[in-house]
C-alpha cells in the first residue's frame, strides 16, 4: 500500500470514528483520559516510512535518506543504497549504518532532468530467520542479508508476506478480473499454487489492490481481506476459504494474525479464529501491531500509541508522540516491534520549508514507559 493511501486510509477511519463514534457494546475498556508523554530514545530521518526489524544481528532496514548534490546544476538524489541496514544501540547508544543492499542494474530509472535514480522500495519485510530481505519495488527483489547478493527478481509478486517457517510467499495477482491468491517458493520464486475468488471485479475495474492485506497464520491458513467485503480464511490444503465476516468493521483494510496463536486483529477488535466470533472490543485503532510473543498489541489513531494487553482485554496504557510532534511529526505511519519486545520503532513525517516530506525513526523504550505507567510487565518473545 503506497504511503498516500495509506494515510488517506487512516484519515477517513479516524473521520468515521469522530462523526459516528465506536461500537463498543461488548468492550471491557473503561475509558481513561491520562496518557503519557514519554522520551524517545533516538529519532534520525529515513527515506520513507517502511521498516523491518530482524531477529537476525538485531539490524533495522529502512530505506535511506536522500543526500542532495548538484551535477551540471541539477540536483539528484544520491545515497548509500537502495536499502540500508543500521544497527540500533551499538556501541555508541545509535543506530549506527551496517551495510547497503542495492537493487539490480535494470531497475534503475533515468530521469532526463534530474539523472540517473533508483526505484527505492516501497515495501519489504525479513524472512523470519533474517537471512533474507524480500523487497517490492513492483516486482519482488530476493537479497541475502550478511552478502547483499541478489538471489532472484520475480515481476509477477505484488506484496510481501512471509510464512512461519520463512519457505513461501502469498502474494495477489494484479492482471485477474477477480481477487487471485498466489502462493510462491521463497527460496526459488517460483509459482506453487494459487487461488481464484468466484467474485468477479465490476465491469471495467481494475483489480488493483483487489487484496488490501495478508495475514499468514498456520502453515496452511492464511487470513486476507478484499475490496469485494470479501474476509476469508484460505485453507491452502483444501483450496477452500472459510467466512469471517464479522473479523472486521466494514471500513477495515487491515488485518494481523497473533503470532503463534489463532486470534486475529483489526481496527478495534479481536476476533478468535476458531469460534469464529470476536473476542473482545477496544476502542478504534488506525492500525495495530503485535508483539513477538503474541500478548499485546499495540494501536495507534495517529497521534496517540495504546498497549493492549489480549490476557486483561484491554487498553493498560496510551502515549502520544508529543515529545518529537513539532520537529519530527505526531502522526504514525508505520510502526515495527524488537525482536525482544523491549522496543518499538515508529515512523512519522513532517513537511519541509519546501513542501517535502520528511520521514522520522524514532525508538521508544515500551518496557520503560510501562513501568512509568505503573505497571510490572514482562514481554517475552
Same mark, same amino acid.
Given at each position: 500500500? #503506497? @504511503?498516500? +493511501?495509506?494515510?488517506?486510509?487512516? *484519515?477517513?477511519?479516524?473521520?468515521?470514528?469522530?462523526?459516528?463514534?465506536?461500537?463498543? #457494546? $461488548?468492550?471491557?475498556?473503561?475509558?481513561?483520559?491520562?496518557?503519557?508523554?514519554?522520551?524517545?530514545?533516538?529519532?534520525?530521518?529515513?527515506?520513507?516510512?517502511?521498516?523491518?526489524?530482524?531477529?537476525?544481528?538485531?539490524?533495522?532496514?529502512?530505506?535511506?535518506?536522500?543526500? @542532495? $548534490?548538484?551535477?551540471?546544476?541539477?540536483?539528484?538524489?544520491?545515497? $548509500?543504497?537502495? =536499502?540500508? %541496514?543500521?544497527? !540500533?544501540?551499538? #556501541?555508541?547508544?545509535?543506530?549506527?549504518?551496517?551495510?547497503? %543492499?542495492?537493487?539490480?542494474?535494470?531497475? =534503475?530509472?533515468?530521469?532526463?532532468?534530474?539523472?540517473?535514480? /533508483?526505484?527505492? !522500495?516501497?515495501?519489504?519485510?525479513?524472512? !523470519?530467520?533474517? @537471512? +533474507?530481505?524480500a523487497m517490492d519495488v513492483g516486482e519482488l527483489i530476493m537479497a541475502d542479508v550478511r552478502t547483499g547478493e541478489v538471489l532472484y527478481t520475480q515481476p509477477e509478486i505484488d506484496g510481501i508476506y512471509w510464512n512461519p517457517d520463512g519457505t513461501r510467499l502469498v502474494s495477489q495477482d494484479l492482471n485477474e478480473t477477480a481477487f487471485t491468491i498466489v502462493i510462491w517458493d521463497a527460496n526459488t520464486g517460483t509459482e506453487l499454487q494459487r487461488y481464484r475468488s468466484p467474485n468477479r471485479l465490476p465491469e471495467g475495474a481494475r483489480p488493483y489492490a483487489a487484496i488490501l492485506d495478508f495475514s *499468514?497464520?498456520?502453515?496452511?491458513?492464511?487470513?486476507?481481506?478484499?475490496?469485494?467485503?470479501? +474476509?476469508?480464511?484460505?485453507?491452502?490444503?483444501?483450496?477452500?476459504?472459510?467466512?469471517?465476516?464479522?473479523?472486521?468493521?466494514? @471500513?477495515?483494510?487491515?488485518?494481523?494474525?497473533?503470532?503463534?496463536? /489463532?486470534?486475529? &486483529?483489526?481496527?478495534? +477488535? =479481536?476476533?478468535?479464529?476458531?469460534?469464529?466470533?470476536?473476542?473482545?472490543?477496544?476502542?478504534?485503532? #488506525?492500525?495495530?501491531?503485535?508483539? !513477538?510473543?503474541?500478548?499485546?498489541?499495540?494501536?495507534?489513531?495517529?497521534?496517540?500509541?495504546?498497549?493492549?494487553?489480549?490476557?486483561?482485554?484491554?487498553?493498560?496504557? /496510551?502515549?502520544?508522540?508529543? &515529545?518529537?510532534?513539532?520537529?519530527?511529526?505526531?502522526?504514525?505511519?508505520?510502526?515495527? *516491534?524488537?525482536?525482544?519486545?523491549?522496543?518499538?520503532?515508529?515512523?512519522?513525517?513532517?513537511?519541509?520549508?519546501?513542501?517535502?516530506?520528511?520521514?522520522?525513526?524514532?525508538?521508544?523504550?515500551?518496557?520503560?514507559?510501562?513501568?512509568?505507567?505503573?505497571?510490572?510487565?514482562?514481554?517475552?518473545?
Amino acid at each position: 500500500m #503506497s @504511503e498516500e +493511501r495509506c494515510i488517506l486510509m487512516k *484519515w477517513l477511519i479516524l473521520i468515521v470514528i469522530v462523526v459516528l463514534g465506536v461500537d463498543g #457494546s $461488548t468492550s471491557a475498556f473503561q475509558q481513561d483520559d491520562d496518557v503519557l508523554t514519554p522520551t524517545p530514545l533516538l529519532t534520525r530521518t529515513v527515506g520513507f516510512n517502511e521498516i523491518s526489524w530482524s531477529s537476525q544481528d538485531n539490524v533495522i532496514a529502512v530505506v535511506p535518506p536522500q543526500l @542532495e $548534490t548538484a551535477t551540471q546544476g541539477q540536483q539528484i538524489a544520491q545515497t $548509500t543504497g537502495d =536499502v540500508e %541496514l543500521w544497527q !540500533p544501540f551499538s #556501541s555508541r547508544g545509535d543506530l549506527e549504518y551496517a551495510s547497503a %543492499l542495492w537493487l539490480p542494474d535494470a531497475l =534503475v530509472q533515468t530521469n532526463e532532468q534530474t539523472g540517473q535514480q /533508483r526505484r527505492f !522500495p516501497t515495501l519489504f519485510e525479513f524472512s !523470519p530467520d533474517g @537471512e +533474507r530481505l524480500a523487497m517490492d519495488v513492483g516486482e519482488l527483489i530476493m537479497a541475502d542479508v550478511r552478502t547483499g547478493e541478489v538471489l532472484y527478481t520475480q515481476p509477477e509478486i505484488d506484496g510481501i508476506y512471509w510464512n512461519p517457517d520463512g519457505t513461501r510467499l502469498v502474494s495477489q495477482d494484479l492482471n485477474e478480473t477477480a481477487f487471485t491468491i498466489v502462493i510462491w517458493d521463497a527460496n526459488t520464486g517460483t509459482e506453487l499454487q494459487r487461488y481464484r475468488s468466484p467474485n468477479r471485479l465490476p465491469e471495467g475495474a481494475r483489480p488493483y489492490a483487489a487484496i488490501l492485506d495478508f495475514s *499468514w497464520g498456520t502453515e496452511e491458513e492464511i487470513a486476507f481481506i478484499a475490496n469485494d467485503d470479501t +474476509r476469508g480464511i484460505l485453507n491452502l490444503a483444501t483450496g477452500t476459504v472459510t467466512d469471517i465476516y464479522d473479523c472486521c468493521i466494514e @471500513e477495515a483494510f487491515y488485518l494481523k494474525w497473533q503470532p503463534g496463536g /489463532r486470534l486475529l &486483529a483489526t481496527h478495534d +477488535r =479481536v476476533y478468535d479464529v476458531d469460534l469464529r466470533q470476536p473476542l473482545f472490543y477496544f476502542p478504534h485503532q #488506525s492500525d495495530v501491531y503485535w508483539s !513477538p510473543d503474541g500478548q499485546w498489541l499495540i494501536g495507534d489513531t495517529g497521534t496517540v500509541v495504546s498497549l493492549i494487553s489480549i490476557a486483561d482485554q484491554r487498553v493498560m496504557l /496510551r502515549f502520544s508522540l508529543d &515529545a518529537i510532534a513539532a520537529q519530527y511529526g505526531d502522526y504514525v505511519t508505520n510502526l515495527v *516491534w524488537s525482536p525482544d519486545g523491549q522496543y518499538i520503532a515508529t515512523i512519522t513525517g513532517i513537511d519541509d520549508e519546501n513542501g517535502r516530506r520528511q520521514h522520522y525513526v524514532t525508538i521508544w523504550d515500551i518496557q520503560a514507559i510501562i513501568a512509568e505507567a505503573g505497571y510490572t510487565l514482562s514481554i517475552i518473545p
